[in-house]
């Protein structure tokens, strides 16, 4: 599994629970398009998080780099309805970070042969 993280604060005026419905709308039209596996939207506790990471964490899960792309493209040819959903989360936010994760060690990963 690939997780994309993107870490994110909420302009001005923006309602937290607004963006959580666009956000979980806009996911949610990418999981039931079979684009992505899962998501989850979470939020800083108590003001603890590392500085410069938003208060919103959004983690996109993707069974593998191919399906990854395959998300990327859909929202990057910029059609409807993923870039109606797209837009009204990227028009709510600030702050934007991302990182590339997945679950370690691999599934295939084999041990023994290491050479390093």
Not at 26 to 39: P, Q
Not at 73 to 97: C, D, I, L, M, Y
């Amino acid at each position: 599994m690939d997780i994309y993280h993107v870490w994110v604060d909420l302009k001005p005026g923006v309602k937290d629970l607004e963006f959580c419905d666009a956000a979980a709308a806009y996911f949610g039209h990418l999981r039931d398009e079979g684009e992505i596996a899962g998501f989850r939207i979470t939020r800083r506790k108590l003001g603890f998080g590392p500085p410069g990471l938003g208060d919103f964490h959004l983690m996109i899960e993707t069974e593998d780099m191919a399906q990854l792309e395959q998300a990327f493209r859909r929202v990057a040819a910029r059609t409807s309805p993923a870039e109606g959903f797209h837009a009204a989360v990227n028009q709510k936010v600030v702050n934007f970070t991302a990182a590339l994760y997945r679950d370690f060690p691999d599934e295939f990963r084999k041990r023994g042969d290491e050479e390093f």
